[in-house]
Each structure stands twice: as structure tokens, then as C-alpha cells.
């Protein structure tokens, strides 16, 4: 099927009508939308989309979360298997998500962290386009294997002999002993020339993992049959030479079976993964916040943030504010306050987690962001003040870097754990127009730079419910 023009239109209409975009922007999606090949439309990575086409990293993935809203695209969460580069499980809800999965072809368990293996990519609508990906079952089997099953993200790590920059892919084609389907009722054979190592296969359809060793004594051939969802025998040892081997499908669903071979020289090592959009990065994308706020974290557990930069704000003297102009004057102004510091977060990529009284959570991927939005604050507040009669609103920030745990609470994406309690503690530190980072955000490259223009002043602070005392920097203006 091609373009649905009408759809089309109706869909791009409703993106640029979404925000201000920079100049043909729109154009180049709907260029790739109409002439990209197919391949080029699945799991597209807005990241790789934004430096290919020359749009800033931050505009991409807004473009994408901005299409997907409009029904555009289809976004997707993957959890990416950190061992063999496979995905594991896709998502088109981040609610779908556990706290741990498992790889059949690693026969491992993984904890999912958001930072690192949970990516999140987009996928042309296939009312918009249809495209051969949208049918995995009528793929070509190397189709389904190379570009369905596995990431396309993967390059091979440093330490393998491959060129620099070879896909993940391309190393498993070279190892690639058997690569087919096999249907119900169907049997194939295939004869194969083993040198010692080991052979071993996968079945993404039926979740079968059927491995075999390779040595100087063991079994001259093989006979496979699958039922069950199962390979019969599922282990077992070859002697080295040539081996023929045929499987039957006696089962009623369709096998699709990988069998690679690697040799007993083989030493395996983890995939590299190229830069992706991750599961960490969209929670802390304002954009992501707004246009999907019905996205939820399943079950009480949460899932983990191995790095995250969490800031506080708070008004000084907010009562004294509340008592002195009264309570609408005073509520109009603290909500003013809230429009201002929320477009400092969004300019420096952050996301604003939640308001709490007078006072924001806001959250960023680099420290170096957070230090430039908690000057700009300060800032933007000293610019509000001058157009009122007094100093109304006197700010105060805190920031602290560290690991936490996403969850939902209030119906709300937010943020759990020690990191989150610093953060908070830091911020009672300071008061009017400082700003309190600790050495964790302090020591981090380019936060020094940021912070030169004032006055830094260490210390050591003891903050309630964190048993030792902390490193800490006084930030003032001189």
C-alpha cells in the first residue's frame, strides 16, 4: 500500500499547528515519510533522524513525541538484551513494563534500568504507510532475523575482529550456520562442516533455545524434531566434521530458527549500542510529560534510574508574602513564578516533575543543564521582581545527582528514593537567591565553568535522614 495522501496531510497539518518548529523541519519528515524505504520508517531512531537530516537532538525527539500524539507514528518501548543485542520484548505502553526480563538466547535475567537497555523508538503509522515491518509474518526470513529481531542500534564491540562501526548484525551473518523457517508438517535438512565450538540456535516464534557442543567425540548426525514449542533434543554433543542434520515440525505453529556457530576460539562480549532515545531520557523530556500524561509505571516497585539530576526550587518568606499583599495577589504571583521557571527547565531539557506548595521538582539528564537552569532562575526571578514595587519572590535551589527509582504516584510520573530526599534537603540550605549543589553535581565536568560567576563556597552539611555529612557548595552572588 502507499501513502495515504488525505491522512497524510491531515496528520502533518495538525504537527505544524502543534508548536513553532524551525524551518523544514516538517518538510524533511514528510520527505523520509514518502520516499524512505520501508526499513527506514521502523523503529526509527530520532536521535540518528535528527543528525541525518541536520535538526537539533532536543527538536527531533519533540517532533517524534509530537507525531506520535497526533497519530502519525507509533511509539514503541524495547528492552534491548545488553549480551546479544536481540529485542527482547516490545511495548506500546510504558505501563507494560516489569522490573526484569529475561533473553532465551542468553538464557540471562536482566534488571530493567531505564538509562540503559529500555530504548523507545517510532514507527510509521500503518494507516499513514504500510510497510513490510508492520507484517513480521509474511518477512523473508533473513528480514525477520536481521532487521526484526534484532537492533539495529548494535555495532560490535572494539575488541572483535570487525571493522570499526560494523552492525551487530552483520558479525551473527558471519556466524550464521542455519537461517529459516520450518511450517507445520514440514522437514528440511541441512549438512554442515563443524570445526570444535559450539552450535547454537534460537527460536524467537516458539522461545526455544536448542544448543550443542562441537568436540572431537559425540553424535556423526542429528535429528530434530519440534513439538510442543520445544526442540527435541534441545542439547546434545556433535563430533566435529561434517554433520547432517534434519529437523521436523510436528508441532502446529511455524518455527523460525538462527543456528550460528562459534568456534572454540570464540570469546563473546557485549554489543555496543549506538546512541538511542532512552526510557530515562523521555521521562525527564518535558514534551513527553505533557502530551502523554496518562502514562503509567505498573505495580508498587517502580523502575530504576541509574542517573538522574534532581532540582529543588522554593520561595523564601512565601507566608509573610501571603499575609502582607494577600492570598490572590500572592497565589497570581506564585503562579507566575511556576510559568517562568517551567520554561527555564524546558530550555535547558529538563522536566518539571511536580509543584508542591511554592516549591518545583524539576529533573535533568547532565548535571551541567541543571547548574545552567538553576542560574537562569535565579535570573529570570531577579527580571520578574523588577516590574513589581517590592522584591516579592526571593528563590532558593538545590540540586543533587544520583540513582532513584521511577514510579507513579498521584497518577503521576515521579521520582523515589535518597537522591530525591538530598535534593530536597539541599534546597533548605540556601536561602534567598543561593543555590546549593553537592559534590556529586559539583564534580561533575562543565558545572564549575557554569557556576564561576559567583561565589563558591564549600562545606560540609549534615542533612536529616542521611546519617553522614555531605559535601556541599554555597552558591551566591558576589
Given at each position: 500500500?502507499?501513502?495515504?495522501?488525505?491522512?497524510?496531510?491531515?496528520?502533518?497539518?495538525?504537527?505544524?499547528?502543534?508548536?513553532?518548529?524551525?524551518?523544514?523541519?516538517?518538510?524533511?519528515?514528510?520527505?523520509?515519510?514518502?520516499?524512505?524505504?520501508?526499513?527506514?520508517?521502523?523503529?526509527?531512531?530520532?536521535?540518528?533522524?535528527?543528525?541525518?537530516?541536520?535538526?537539533?537532538?532536543?527538536?527531533?525527539?519533540?517532533?517524534?513525541?509530537?507525531?506520535?500524539?497526533?497519530?502519525?507514528?507509533?511509539?514503541?518501548?524495547?528492552?534491548?538484551?545488553?549480551?546479544?543485542?536481540?529485542?527482547?520484548?516490545?511495548?506500546?505502553?510504558?505501563?507494560?513494563?516489569?522490573?526484569?526480563?529475561?533473553?532465551?538466547?542468553?538464557?540471562?535475567?536482566?534488571?530493567?534500568?531505564?538509562?540503559?537497555?529500555?530504548?523507545?523508538?517510532?514507527?510509521?503509522?500503518?494507516?499513514?504507510?504500510?510497510?513490510?515491518?508492520?507484517?513480521?509474518?509474511?518477512?523473508?526470513?533473513?528480514?525477520?532475523?536481521?532487521?526484526?529481531?534484532?537492533?539495529?542500534?548494535?555495532?560490535?564491540?572494539?575488541?572483535?575482529?570487525?571493522?570499526?562501526?560494523?552492525?551487530?548484525?552483520?558479525?551473527?551473518?558471519?556466524?550464521?550456520?542455519?537461517?529459516?523457517?520450518?511450517?507445520?508438517?514440514?522437514?528440511?535438512?541441512?549438512?554442515?562442516?563443524?570445526?570444535?565450538?559450539?552450535?547454537?540456535?534460537?527460536?524467537?516464534?516458539?522461545?526455544?533455545?536448542?544448543?550443542?557442543?562441537?568436540?572431537?567425540?559425540?553424535?556423526?548426525?542429528?535429528?530434530?524434531?519440534?513439538?510442543?514449542?520445544?526442540?527435541?533434543?534441545?542439547?546434545?554433543?556433535?563430533?566435529?566434521?561434517?554433520?547432517?542434520?534434519?529437523?521436523?515440525?510436528?508441532?502446529?505453529?511455524?518455527?523460525?530458527?538462527?543456528?550460528?556457530?562459534?568456534?572454540?576460539?570464540?570469546?563473546?562480549?557485549?554489543?555496543?549500542?549506538?546512541?538511542?532515545?532512552?526510557?530515562?531520557?523521555?521521562?525527564?523530556?518535558?514534551?513527553?510529560?505533557?502530551?502523554?500524561?496518562?502514562?503509567?509505571?505498573?505495580?508498587?516497585?517502580?523502575?530504576?534510574?541509574?542517573?538522574?539530576?534532581?532540582?529543588?526550587?522554593?520561595?523564601?518568606?512565601?507566608?509573610?508574602?501571603?499575609?502582607?499583599?494577600?492570598?490572590?495577589?500572592?497565589?497570581?504571583?506564585?503562579?507566575?513564578?511556576?510559568d517562568a521557571i517551567g520554561k527555564v527547565i524546558h530550555k535547558h531539557s529538563g522536566a518539571l516533575v511536580k509543584t508542591i506548595g511554592d516549591a518545583v521538582m524539576a529533573t535533568f539528564l547532565n548535571p551541567v543543564d541543571a547548574a545552567k537552569a538553576a542560574v537562569d532562575m535565579l535570573g529570570e526571578i531577579e527580571a520578574f521582581n523588577h516590574g513589581l514595587p517590592e522584591k516579592e519572590l526571593m528563590l532558593k535551589v538545590g540540586i543533587h545527582r544520583g540513582a532513584s527509582i521511577a514510579v507513579t504516584l498521584n497518577d503521576r510520573l515521579d521520582y523515589f528514593g535518597q537522591t530525591v530526599n538530598i535534593a530536597a534537603r539541599v534546597q533548605g540550605l540556601a536561602d534567598a537567591e543561593q543555590i546549593?549543589?553537592?559534590?556529586?553535581?559539583?564534580?561533575?565536568?562543565?558545572?564549575?565553568?557554569?557556576?564561576?560567576?559567583?561565589?563558591?563556597?564549600?562545606?560540609?552539611?549534615?542533612?536529616?535522614?542521611?546519617?553522614?555529612?555531605?559535601?556541599?557548595?554555597?552558591?551566591?552572588?558576589?
Amino acid at each position: 500500500m502507499g501513502v495515504n495522501e488525505a491522512l497524510l496531510d491531515q496528520k502533518l497539518e495538525a504537527l505544524e499547528r502543534a508548536r513553532t518548529w524551525s524551518p523544514r523541519v516538517i518538510s524533511k519528515l514528510e520527505g523520509a515519510i514518502r520516499t524512505g524505504d520501508d526499513w527506514s520508517l521502523f523503529r526509527i531512531n530520532p536521535l540518528k533522524f535528527g543528525q541525518d537530516k541536520g535538526i537539533a537532538e532536543a527538536e527531533s525527539i519533540d517532533l517524534f513525541l509530537h507525531a506520535a500524539h497526533v497519530g502519525l507514528v507509533e511509539m514503541n518501548w524495547h528492552l534491548l538484551c545488553p549480551g546479544c543485542a536481540m529485542l527482547v520484548k516490545s511495548f506500546r505502553e510504558l505501563h507494560a513494563l516489569g522490573t526484569s526480563f529475561h533473553c532465551d538466547l542468553c538464557a540471562a535475567d536482566f534488571q530493567v534500568v531505564l538509562d540503559d537497555f529500555v530504548e523507545v523508538s517510532f514507527t510509521i503509522s500503518p494507516q499513514v504507510r504500510e510497510i513490510a515491518p508492520h507484517r513480521p509474518d509474511r518477512l523473508p526470513v533473513e528480514d525477520f532475523f536481521f532487521k526484526y529481531t534484532y537492533s539495529l542500534n548494535a555495532i560490535q564491540p572494539p575488541e572483535h575482529p570487525f571493522p570499526p562501526g560494523t552492525r551487530f548484525v552483520e558479525g551473527m551473518r558471519q556466524f550464521t550456520k542455519i537461517l529459516t523457517y520450518i511450517e507445520p508438517g514440514e522437514k528440511k535438512r541441512f549438512e554442515l562442516d563443524l570445526d570444535f565450538g559450539a552450535l547454537n540456535g534460537f527460536d524467537p516464534l516458539l522461545h526455544a533455545t536448542p544448543q550443542y557442543s562441537v568436540r572431537g567425540s559425540g553424535s556423526k548426525e542429528l535429528s530434530i524434531k519440534i513439538s510442543d514449542g520445544r526442540y527435541r533434543p534441545g542439547v546434545g554433543q556433535l563430533a566435529a566434521g561434517k554433520v547432517p542434520i534434519e529437523f521436523e515440525n510436528a508441532g502446529t505453529q511455524r518455527a523460525a530458527l538462527i543456528m550460528v556457530f562459534l568456534p572454540i576460539r570464540y570469546t563473546g562480549a557485549a554489543a555496543v549500542f549506538e546512541p538511542f532515545l532512552s526510557g530515562n531520557r523521555l521521562l525527564s523530556t518535558q514534551t513527553f510529560r505533557d502530551l502523554f500524561r496518562t502514562e503509567v509505571i505498573r505495580g508498587s516497585q517502580g523502575l530504576s534510574v541509574r542517573d538522574i539530576t534532581v532540582l529543588f526550587t522554593d520561595l523564601k518568606g512565601s507566608t509573610a508574602l501571603y499575609d502582607r499583599i494577600g492570598d490572590l495577589k500572592a497565589f497570581e504571583l506564585v503562579q507566575r513564578h511556576f510559568d517562568a521557571i517551567g520554561k527555564v527547565i524546558h530550555k535547558h531539557s529538563g522536566a518539571l516533575v511536580k509543584t508542591i506548595g511554592d516549591a518545583v521538582m524539576a529533573t535533568f539528564l547532565n548535571p551541567v543543564d541543571a547548574a545552567k537552569a538553576a542560574v537562569d532562575m535565579l535570573g529570570e526571578i531577579e527580571a520578574f521582581n523588577h516590574g513589581l514595587p517590592e522584591k516579592e519572590l526571593m528563590l532558593k535551589v538545590g540540586i543533587h545527582r544520583g540513582a532513584s527509582i521511577a514510579v507513579t504516584l498521584n497518577d503521576r510520573l515521579d521520582y523515589f528514593g535518597q537522591t530525591v530526599n538530598i535534593a530536597a534537603r539541599v534546597q533548605g540550605l540556601a536561602d534567598a537567591e543561593q543555590i546549593y549543589v553537592t559534590h556529586e553535581v559539583y564534580s561533575q565536568a562543565g558545572v564549575p565553568q557554569v557556576l564561576e560567576p559567583f561565589h563558591i563556597a564549600s562545606e560540609r552539611a549534615r542533612l536529616r535522614g542521611v546519617q553522614d555529612e555531605m559535601q556541599a557548595y554555597k552558591v551566591s552572588r558576589r
